[in-house]
């Protein structure tokens, strides 16, 4: 089975400051990984995701994703923040069955005008 | 519609009672995933449905949950003598492959159950 761990609960950044949302799984199979946002009141949609190939994945809204996997991480990034860019991030890893699909707990990001 | 639909947003019932939740999957999407998602937690796997069959239910929790789909379309999560531990928001998602490998799920907005 495979697992996510997302090492921070809140992350507060003051806007056009940039930003890491850290990401480790566990795993014994190769894995997919996908990063989701969920915006208030909204249900949760796919931000990025790696597959195969590049291991650096942009995604929507200019944020980015390396997959290390000698670290078994999948950390997200983003140069400026944007007000709007205050949601609830989800880590996402799934086997290449996709069958199953775990996430982790979240990070809360805040963005400080 | 044009995404995932789930009904009713809200439900508030009492322990003991019976509920049912449905979810409405983006149309020509074979792959249908519930998830249930607790304060302060990420989604949790429940059950997942390749066309009218449960491909995996691991992720039911105990035999008060079923779910069915028997058109392949829409279906439904029924959750039997509820406890006030099923208090959650159930998330839908659809997918038009036979996973989320081969692409990505389309989340609903859920339904949040508080049991009394």
């Known amino acids: 089975a495979q697992s996510v761990t997302q090492l921070d609960s809140q992350v507060p950044v003051f806007e056009e400051a940039p930003v890491e949302l850290r990401c480790n799984y566990s795993s014994s199979v190769s894995v997919y990984l996908f990063w989701y946002v969920q915006y208030p009141n909204q249900g949760l949609q796919l931000l990025l995701k790696?597959?195969?190939?590049?291991?650096l994945v942009k995604g929507i809204n200019g944020f980015e994703a390396e997959f290390n996997k000698s670290q078994t991480s999948f950390h997200l990034r983003k140069p400026s923040v944007h007000i709007s860019d205050t949601a609830e991030y989800f880590c996402a890893v799934s086997d290449l069955t996709g069958n199953q699909f775990y996430f982790g707990t979240g990070t809360s990001l805040t963005v400080i005008p | 519609g044009a995404g995932v639909s789930q009904t009713p947003s809200n439900k508030v019932t009492e322990k003991g009672k019976y509920v049912e939740l449905r979810c409405d999957p983006i149309?020509?999407?074979?792959?249908l995933y519930w998830y249930r998602q607790s304060l302060g937690q990420g989604p949790e796997f429940l059950i997942y449905f390749q066309g009218t069959g449960a491909a995996d239910d691991s992720g039911l929790p105990n035999d008060r949950f079923f779910a069915v789909r028997p058109e392949g379309s829409v279906s439904t999560l029924k959750i039997q003598r509820t406890e006030r531990g099923d208090s959650a928001v159930y998330l839908c998602a659809s997918s038009p492959y036979g996973g989320p490998g081969t692409g990505e799920l389309f989340f609903g907005e859920g339904s949040r159950l508080t049991v009394l």
């Open positions: 790696y597959l195969s190939g590049s291991t």
């Open positions: 149309s020509g999407h074979t792959a």
